[in-house]
């Protein structure tokens, strides 16, 4: 808080008024601006009560009929959600599309993804004017240009996507995957001044490896891949597996074809406002910022301020459990663990949010501290303005917009199988332990040929959804 010294000093003129009878009344302008300080306290409050619903709140029912299976439902409910006035609308949009995705329609959930792709690279590209804003209000009024890791999902989900539908461009988007991961690493680097190294995601080596692989000519590229991912993984058996076959130079056996069965596995993180004390490094970013804003300068302490965080749910399981015409054939293993990414990332970059809410309560503190300076007054007029920097500050809240609808991890496992239709069963497990209903598919195996399978999971008490490749 920043603190003026002839205010400390000075006796508060309104608590000699409490402490004597009234002699006086105040001056009619001091008392009319006092008056109108006081109104705007209040309305500041009432606004602030009335149109405060979060982001989470906004989104709540559609992730219920999310997670209770109803696709159809939550797509229709969050198109209504998605309007293009609000700054929640491309996160809106990220989970229309998973629920789009999983309802079947995979190249509409691409051109979903896409669209938001696209938004969030122009938006890294910060508004001054909006960056002004946030400084006098929250960073609720900047367009939201996602965080880190929902960045590099997209890349991820957009392979799935179009690995469903007709598999294209899913090598390329393996490959936007990984440069992302990369250009963001270094821009996080610079801006929070400190040396990271968040690790990139195995999925995007994994899914190039396979791919290369069904070419049955470009096996090199396809061991180079796996081994990358086995370097993530150093203790995936599975991984080991693929790299030896690649290597090998064999897809399948004569006569035989291979599914993938891809599974969403899991509630994945999403955004929470909690109360954080600035940390050292957060408080130097802050100074940097006030500088750059106007002639402030900070506290020596602060008071907690609220930021947003990430939160992980509970899961209560870890794989899907894989049949083929009956016969097991072993749990999935994940290649991307959603959860640890989102942590990751989203730390590495803390500070940065932490010196934002720093920044904004000094210039708030020293606007009121000015304004008081300015007008003078009586007691009255210095309470009123008072009161109004305590509604100023009470309005902001944490910035809890995010992809809502991810999953804990995506896991992946081979099945190598006999041309013709295969009969699947998915079934959840944790510890190895069936804790769900079973979902059965069947599926066209081609000879020499791969075949995709998607399947979700969020927890034990969901119905799941499975969909396969066109």
Known sequence: MIVDRRERNRPRVFRLHLSKPVTKLPDRFDYCIAQKLLSLAILFVSLWSCGCMTHAKRVASSRDLFYSGRMEECRSSLEKLSSPLRHDRDVVQLDLAMATLLDGEAKKAESLLKETRDRFLHLEKESMAEKAISMWTDDKSRSYAGESYEK??????????????????????????QATHERLLQKVSEKSQSKLNYQPLPFGFYLRGLLREATLRDYDDAARNYNAARELLPHSLPLQWDYNRAVSGVHSQPGHGVIYVLALVGRGPY???????PTSDALLIADRIVSAVGPYHLPPTI????IPDIAVPHNDLDSVAVSVNGAFMGPTFCVANVRDLALETYRAEKNVILARAVARRVIKKATVVAAKEQVGGDGLTRLGMDLAGVAWEAVETADTRCWGLLPSEIQVLRVEAAKGTAKLDLAPTYGGR????????????????????LAWFPDARSPGQVIKSN
């Open 152 to 177: 590099i999902l997209i890349h991820a989900f957009l392979a799935l996507a179009n690995l469903m539908h007709d598999g294209g461009d899913a090598e390329s988007h393996t490959l936007q995957l």
């Open 271 to 277: 955004k929470v406002e909690v109360t954080e004390e």
């Open 303 to 306: 008071a907690p301020i609220k």
């Open 434 to 453: 069936l804790v769900g209903p079973r979902k059965t598919i069947s599926v066209d195996v081609r000879d020499g040929a791969n075949s995709y399978v």
